[in-house]
């Protein structure tokens, strides 16, 4: 069955340090997919997506993601994290026409 | 400025009382969704709509039911028999069926009292 995992439900980091938030998921064809952030009582906002060609995509807000099919990953990253990057971060993944799977999310903590 | 529209905010459900949450969207998307958000376990998709009059049960559709009348709105009834019905509830469209990105709206917060 296809499925989309993020192992940390937290993390915690200082503001101006690199962040990696990991994606895992199982889909037996090539996946779409995105990764979305949503800001405590609202609704969430596209960051990024892959859905075929360079492995590295880029962003908003300086988020870029690396799609490594021999590790069924997907993992975010930026360099230096803001303040204002403090939210819940969502992995997807497209299980088929019209269908998305999310991740269980991310919170994101910065310390300033 | 295209969007999602979800009304109201904030919603209070007695028990035993049906209640339906609005959606609407001038984006010209064809599909349209329901997500039920809980703490801790992600968004799982309650209902999901292709075209107009057309809809098609997600993983929790029990307790829950829609329609979908115009291509603008998709409202989400709240039954009496869903359960446990106190949670974040988030729609959302797009256009491309495959591989398109999601618009979300700003959700509903629904609270049983």
Partial sequence: ?112 | DGGITQSPKYLFRKEGQNVTLSCEQNLNHDAMYWYRQDPGQGLRLIYYSQIVNDFQKGDIAEGYSVSREKKESFPLTVTSAQKNPTAFYLCASSKPPTGGDYTFGSGTRLTVV
Wanted: proline fraction near 4%; charge should be neutral; hydrophobic fraction near 35%.
């Fill in chain 1, 1 to 112: 069955a296809q499925s989309v995992t993020q192992p940390d439900i937290h993390i915690t980091v200082s503001e101006g340090a690199s962040l990696e938030l990991r994606c895992n998921y199982s889909y037996g064809a090539t996946p779409y997919l995105f990764w979305y952030v949503q800001s405590p009582g609202q609704g969430l906002q596209l960051l990024l997506k892959y859905f075929s060609g360079d492995t590295l995509v880029q962003g908003i807000k300086g988020f870029e993601a690396e799609f490594k099919r021999s590790q069924s990953s997907f993992n975010l990253r930026k360099p230096s994290v803001h303040w204002s990057d403090a939210a819940e971060y969502f992995c997807a993944v497209e299980s088929g026409t019209y269908k998305y799977i999310f991740g269980t999310g991310t919170r994101l903590k910065v310390l300033a």
